[in-house]
């Protein structure tokens, strides 16, 4: 820490009680009291350095009274202050350092110590001495801190001003190029070490500076100091993300921000390894407004993670509409980049219905499509093949996380008993339908809400499973769905539909590229033997083999599907329907390993429908 010795005469004060006594030998000729001490001291040391205490003494001589007794209750810094400007009057040895010399600037401006009462005075010591401080980063966090005890004297003189902009301009620049002497910057790799350069013994090299170095120092400040700092270092050009990183480090200082964190138990509560307390929660609110005003607003400067804790922690404060709703539009535009244990923000309301908060999740995924929308202009959406979840184009793929983020969240909150129909449905259908290159997602979803609220109607058990597309589920959740008694009849026949529908396509594809390969193989043969006529060639029937093997179990998997309808209440009549009319056959024919001619034909094309208009035949045959 950075000293300036004043003065040369030896200790000549002595405390009695609350009374302080100068042992020069002479008596006292005035008494100058200070808060609840008093200084017993001679008038001529003090009123050839101060313009004040001249005043006062002469006022108080000209009355005839032969002991002087002043009060100087309004002095900042207080009987400690006054203690060190008795002793510079007097010529004892004292250190200004950056503890006391904003106390002492601000006494001495207070009375008068300039240098039309005698050169060298306590006001040109101590702005020397500011001065010097300002070019110390370490210095200057203490000098700023200590201004607190004198805030209204300190920013007349402008010393809270000039010390900022000192701190502002150091954490903008880098210590490795200017050498600013920071906490922790210079330390060895370990200390004491040393290494070996061409046989020369010299000291290891300091460590690398990051980007964060200064982040813990200005913590320590108060919320309004730091405010003041944070804007400087912005006005400065610091980058977006360091000054998130630093409101970040500062709120977890100073907030609850864990996960579980309960406000009540938090206040007041002394952070281990330092002296600092939790405000109250009153503080914490206001403190946690002026983050959040703080916060830059680039998307992704600040994680996704932070924000929601900070939501959260912004609903257990009960902080105002305003700020709670800053939050959601932050998280809203980087959703994306959210987990799902964060999203599970616990119902801090008054009329608590369900568990979680699902209205703010609600607001959150509805500011997100906006903000997509805004992006994506007038760009039609394109699509993403059944299996290729990242692959799409690069303006799907955020989409495409969001989609599968709310069906993950749909499944947690799914289960519990409170949440409404309606509640699920408007989360759910906020997600456009190409967004899901699968819908396995939303189906587990819907299963569990079926599971966990088994007193629906069958009219709201067709309503929820309209938000899912039998058509995009994978052959596992298809499985599972044709022998889920939960779901609608209706909703089981259309997965058995397109079951059969899938099956046929992939039949088809399988005898065409076996047709290419025995095409291109006799191609190949033939012309290898002009080639080449000793060449080895590989036998076609086992690749025909396996595809015949393939087709088989295929007619097996669709005959045991078949079989479980069957075993639901109406609906063999309904199969028949359907496959009537379609032309289904339960056994092809055409395909017959047994058959001794080889399957060299196509098998018949299925019915020339869209997609859109077999789903609505099928709903047709059914309702009649």
Same mark, same amino acid.
């Given at each position: 820490m950075a000293c300036m010795k004043l003065g040369s005469k030896s200790e000549i004060f002595h405390r009695e009680n609350q009374n302080w006594f100068c042992t020069t030998g002479l008596p006292s000729d005035v008494v100058i009291e200070v808060g609840e001490m008093s200084f017993h001291l001679h008038k001529f040391p003090l009123l050839s350095r101060s313009g004040v205490l001249e005043k006062l003494i002469g006022d108080l001589s000209g009355e005839g009274g032969q002991n002087c007794v002043l009060q100087l209750n309004d002095i900042p810094g207080g009987?400690?202050?006054?203690?060190?400007?008795?002793?510079?009057?007097?010529?004892?040895?004292?250190?200004?350092?950056?503890?006391?010399?904003?106390?002492?600037?601000?006494?001495?401006?207070?009375?008068?110590?300039?240098?039309?009462?005698?050169?060298?005075?306590?006001?040109?010591?101590?702005?020397?001495?500011?001065?010097?401080?300002?070019?110390?980063?370490?210095?200057?966090?203490?000098?700023?801190?200590?201004?607190?005890?004198?805030?209204?004297?300190?920013?007349?003189?402008?010393?809270?001003? $000039?010390?900022?902009?000192?701190?502002?301009?150091?954490?903008?620049?880098?210590?490795?190029?200017?050498?600013?002497?920071?906490?922790?910057?210079?330390?060895?790799?370990?200390?004491?070490?040393?290494?070996?350069?061409?046989?020369?013994?010299?000291?290891?090299?300091?460590?690398?500076?990051?980007?964060?170095?200064?982040?813990?120092?200005?913590?320590?400040?108060?919320?309004?100091?730091?405010?003041?700092?944070?804007?400087?270092?912005?006005?400065?050009?610091?980058?977006?993300?360091?000054?998130?990183?630093?409101?970040?480090?500062?709120?977890?200082?100073?907030?609850?921000?864990?996960?579980?964190?309960?406000?009540?138990?938090?206040?007041?509560?002394?952070?281990?390894?330092?002296?600092?307390?939790?405000?109250?929660?009153?503080?914490? $609110?206001?403190?946690?407004?002026?983050?959040?005003?703080?916060?830059?607003?680039?998307?992704?400067?600040?994680?996704?993670?932070?924000?929601?804790?900070?939501l959260r922690t912004a609903m257990i404060l009960h902080a105002s509409p305003s700020c709670r709703e800053i939050l959601e539009k932050k998280v809203g535009a980087q959703l994306d980049q959210a987990a799902l244990e964060d999203l599970l923000i616990p119902n801090m309301g008054y009329s608590v219905e369900t568990l979680y908060d699902i209205d703010c999740v609600q607001r959150i995924l509805d500011h997100y499509m906006l903000v997509d929308q805004a992006t994506a202009g007038s760009s039609s959406p394109c699509v993403v093949d059944e299996g290729q979840l990242m692959d799409g184009c690069p303006s799907l793929t955020p989409m495409t996380m969001v989609a599968k983020l709310v069906d993950e969240y749909l499944a947690e909150v799914s289960s519990d008993v409170n949440l409404k129909l309606p509640k699920f449905q408007s989360l759910a259908a906020v997600i456009p339908d190409y967004a899901r290159p699968l819908d396995d997602g939303i189906y587990r979803a819907i299963d569990i809400y079926l599971k966990s609220h088994p007193?629906?109607?069958?009219?709201?058990?067709?309503?929820?499973? $309209?938000?899912?597309?039998?058509?995009?589920?994978?052959?596992?959740?298809?499985?599972?769905?044709?022998?889920?008694?939960?779901?609608?009849?209706?909703?089981?026949?259309?997965?058995?539909?397109?079951?059969?529908?899938?099956l046929r396509t992939s039949i088809a594809g399988w005898f065409f590229v076996s047709d290419n390969l025995e095409n291109s193989q006799n191609t190949h043969e033939n012309l290898a033997l002009a080639r080449n006529n000793g060449s080895n060639q590989v036998d076609p029937s086992i690749s025909i083999d396996e595809m015949r093997l393939r087709v088989s179990e295929l007619e097996k998997e669709c005959s045991s599907m078949k079989q479980e309808i069957e075993k639901l209440g109406k609906a063999k009549s309904a199969w028949n329907i359907f496959s009537k009319k379609l032309g289904f056959k339960q056994k092809s024919q055409a395909c017959n390993p047994k058959v001794s001619k080889p399957c060299s034909s196509k098998p018949p094309s299925p019915p020339q429908l869209p997609m859109n208009e077999q789903q609505n035949h099928i709903n047709g045959d059914l309702s009649n």
């Open positions: 009987p400690k202050v006054f203690e060190l400007i008795a002793k510079f009057c007097y010529g004892v040895k004292i250190e200004l350092t950056a503890l006391n010399v904003v106390s002492l600037r601000c006494a001495a401006e207070h009375l008068q110590m300039s240098e039309d009462y005698g050169e060298g005075n306590l006001i040109s010591h101590t702005e020397n001495f500011l001065n010097e401080v300002f070019g110390n980063w370490i210095d200057s966090i203490k000098l700023l801190e200590t201004c607190e005890e004198v805030l209204p004297h300190a920013e007349e003189l402008h010393i809270v001003s $000039r010390c900022i902009n000192s701190l502002a301009m150091k954490a903008c620049a880098d210590p490795n190029l200017f050498g600013w002497p920071v906490s922790g910057c210079y330390k060895m790799q370990n200390a004491g070490d040393t290494v070996l350069w061409n046989g020369i013994c010299t000291e290891a090299k300091p460590c690398t500076v990051s980007e964060d170095w200064w982040y813990e120092d200005v913590s320590s400040l108060s919320l309004p100091l730091y405010k003041r700092l944070i804007l400087a270092v912005e006005s400065k050009g610091m980058k977006p993300e360091n000054i998130s990183g630093s409101l970040m480090f500062y709120s977890r200082r100073c907030l609850p921000l864990g996960r579980h964190s309960n406000s009540s138990e938090n206040v007041n509560r002394v952070i281990p390894g330092s002296t600092i307390s939790v405000p109250s929660e009153v503080n914490q $609110r206001v403190l946690l407004e002026e983050i959040v005003g703080l916060l830059p607003n680039q998307k992704g400067v600040t994680p996704t993670k932070f924000l929601l804790g900070l007193w629906l109607t069958d009219s709201e058990r067709e309503q929820i499973c $309209r938000l899912m597309n039998c058509q995009k589920l994978s052959l596992e959740a298809s499985t599972h769905a044709a022998q889920n008694e939960r779901l609608p009849l209706r909703v089981i026949v259309q997965v058995l539909f397109f079951e059969q529908l899938r």
